[in-house]
Antibody, heavy 120, light 108 residues
């Protein structure tokens, strides 16, 4: 069955960087784009960007340009999110999510989420 | 950016009743590129509806979506105990993708 398994919770200081991983299983990794979406405590969702596992091409939300990087490791079917220059407002649960169809960006499977806490 | 406004913020209903949730877009959502998700506490979202009205795999037919342009609706007929949750809409017309603020359906 399709699974997206994310790395665990992280606590970081302001100004640091964090890396969250998302390991895909149960489907052909290269066939589905993977997005990253975050949810601040008690809040709604914010989209960070998308990665095409074939070639590694990315599109980032303008708000995060320069601070975000999405990469993939095709040998382990893993997609990684790195966010730098962390501030308290980046405290959130970070989700990876699989895009269901090639041309349309909605999500049929989600990871379990990884809580990132930014605190001094 | 397309802003999605969901209303009401909270719906208090009893099992067996129907729920009508609204999602209004700040500009037209072309091709009805709108999805609905359900989220329960401590869980990731679950896809319910895409293309404004197509049910995702395994979603019961008491969930239905409708609408076009700027106004979309999620209807849950005959609420079951497991339906009490927060519901979000999301558009996928280009970048950035955005979500509504959510509607909480709670048990009265």
């Amino acid at each position: 069955q399709v699974q997206l398994v994310q790395s665990g919770a992280e606590v970081k200081k302001p100004g640091a960087s964090v890396k969250v991983s998302c390991k895909a299983a149960g489907y052909i990794f290269n066939n589905y784009y993977v997005h990253w979406v975050r949810q601040a405590p008690g809040q709604g969702f914010e989209w960070l960007g998308v990665l095409n596992p074939t070639g590694g091409n990315t599109i980032y939300a303008q708000k995060f340009q320069g601070r975000v990087s999405m990469t993939r490791d095709t040998s382990t079917n893993t997609v990684n999110l790195e966010l730098s220059s962390l501030r308290s407002e980046d405290t959130a649960v970070y989700y990876c999510a699989r895009q269901m169809f090639r041309a349309v960006s909605f999500f049929d499977f989600w990871g379990q989420g990884a809580l990132v806490t930014v605190s001094s | 950016d397309i802003v999605l406004t969901q209303s009401p913020g909270t719906l208090s209903l009893s099992p067996g009743e129907s729920a009508t949730l609204s999602c209004r877009a700040s500009q037209s959502v072309s091709s009805n590129y709108l999805a609905w998700y359900q989220q329960k506490p401590g869980q990731a979202p679950r896809l319910l509806i895409y293309g404004a009205s197509s049910r995702a795999t395994g979603i019961p037919d008491r969930f239905s979506g409708s609408g076009s342009g700027t106004d979309f609706t999620l209807t849950i007929s005959r609420l079951e105990p497991e339906d009490f949750a927060v519901y979000y809409c999301q558009h996928y017309v280009g970048s950035p993708l955005t979500f509504g603020g959510g509607t909480k359906v709670e048990s009265k």
